[in-house]
Every structure is written in C-alpha cells, then in structure tokens.
C-alpha cells in the first residue's frame, strides 16, 4: 500500500499525518446541506452528503464506512427520533458515532434522542467552528481509543471494543456511555458529581452536559442489568453524586 496523498490527510499526530475523519452529513435542506459539507471540508474532513434516511443506510452499509454521522432530525422519510433508532438498528460490529443536529430547543426532545443512541447533539444554527471541534473530539475518540482496558473489582472495561466483561458475560455499549462508566470505574468507587463526571479531561476530550449526563447513566444502568442482573450498579448519593459499585 503506498503513502497516502496530501488530499486523504489531515491533522498531525505524533509527527504522522493522519487519515481525514469520514464524515456522512444526513442533510436535507438544499442550501443548508452543502453549505455545511463545504465548511467541513475545509475544517479538514471527508464529506460526503445524504439527503434522506434510506441514502444514509445505503452508504453506511458500504466501505468504507464513515466513522461520524451529522444528522438533521427534520428528514422528509423519518419522522425525528426514528433516523436516529434505524442508525442504531444496523448490524454493525462497530457502529460510526451520531451527532444530531435539531432547531428544536426542547430539552425533553434532545434527551429522546441521546436515549434513541445519538452520542451528541448541537441546536441549530450553530458556528461550524463548534461543530468541526466537537467532531474532531469525536473521530480522535473512535479512531484510536488509547484508554488502557480498565479493571474494577471483577468487571473488566475494553475501551477498543467498548465492552464490558463480568463472570464471562458481556455488553456492548456506545461511546457516550462507555466514556461515563469508564470515568466512573476511573474513580475506583469514589463519587463524582453529575457535573465533574461530564467534565472533559486529558486523553479524554468528550465533555457532556449534565442533563446528557443523566441519559447517558439511566442507559448504562438499563443495559448493566439486562446484563448482569444486579452485580453492577451506578448509585447516586444525594450529597455526593455518582458511583460505581460492583458485587462479586
């Protein structure tokens, strides 16, 4: 395989150019959409734009795959939430991370589509300064997760994977929530409140809101029981915030 081409690389990492992050823009407006493809494209990544969900699947289900989804709720073949469940409905070993765009201001809306699977989210309009930061945050995340694999007690937490392991049982999370229990099994079963555990950190670029925070939480909690019954439990303590417990 030769060197790549200065056209397929982008930032600089360790003295190595980099491959540009796959972006796939789910875009419909006419103006909108290729207006932010543009920018994107010289913030430094590689866009390719859909217009409608269908299309979206189509090339999510080619390779390369793209590795970061920017998704508009407003699509005239999904209504809202329902692009966003049909992503994470794919049979994909490792599924590209979502980040929502909306003009909708409604909390509750943004909450439905974090718990829907959406890693992310921005509100429309937006500087695409923002947006080429928070996927820049995103692609380094999923292009090579340097966390080392994470011991806590019996459970066991693969960054490379996402996954974690208890008694030979495992689940699959997505990076949102992988990121959150990872922080929390990082914390050795001491306490983090609701706003230090959305806090970006080194090595560690993601930063959540609080109310994403408590989402992303009620989710792990969900798939950790589904899992492994009650061995493993996120409490919250009123005066401390959250922590990891995990029984042999």
Request: charged share 25%; net charge neutral; hydrophobic share 45%.
């Amino acid at each position: 395989m030769g060197p790549l081409s200065c056209g397929e690389c982008g930032e600089m990492g360790e003295g190595v150019l980099l491959p540009r992050p796959r972006v796939l823009l789910v875009e419909d407006h006419p103006q909108l959409g290729p207006s932010i493809q543009q920018a994107l494209i010289r913030e430094g990544f590689e866009v390719e734009l859909a217009t409608t969900l269908q299309a979206a699947l189509r090339r999510i289900l080619q390779d390369p795959r793209p590795q970061l989804i920017v998704l508009d709720l407003n699509l005239p073949d999904a209504d809202k939430l329902e692009a966003v469940r049909a992503l994470r409905a794919l049979p994909l070993s490792d599924p590209p991370v979502v980040l929502v765009l909306t003009v909708y201001r409604d909390l509750e809306l943004r909450v439905q589509a974090l718990e829907a699977g959406a890693d992310d989210f921005m509100v429309k309009p937006f500087a695409i300064e923002e947006l080429a930061a928070r996927l820049r945050a995103l692609a380094r995340r999923g292009r090579s997760d340097r966390r080392a694999p994470l011991t806590f007690g019996p459970l066991i937490l693969d960054p490379s994977h996402r996954t974690v392991w208890l008694g030979g049982r495992m689940t699959e999370l997505t990076p949102g929530e992988f990121t959150i229990l990872y922080r929390l099994a990082l914390a050795g079963g001491g306490p983090l409140r609701t706003g230090d555990l959305g806090e970006a950190r080194a090595g560690d670029p993601i930063a959540f809101s609080e109310g994403a925070v408590r989402v992303l939480v009620h989710r792990i909690r969900r798939k950790l029981h589904q899992a492994f019954g009650g061995r493993v439990e996120i409490r919250w303590h009123r005066l401390e915030g959250y922590r990891l417990e995990v029984w042999e």
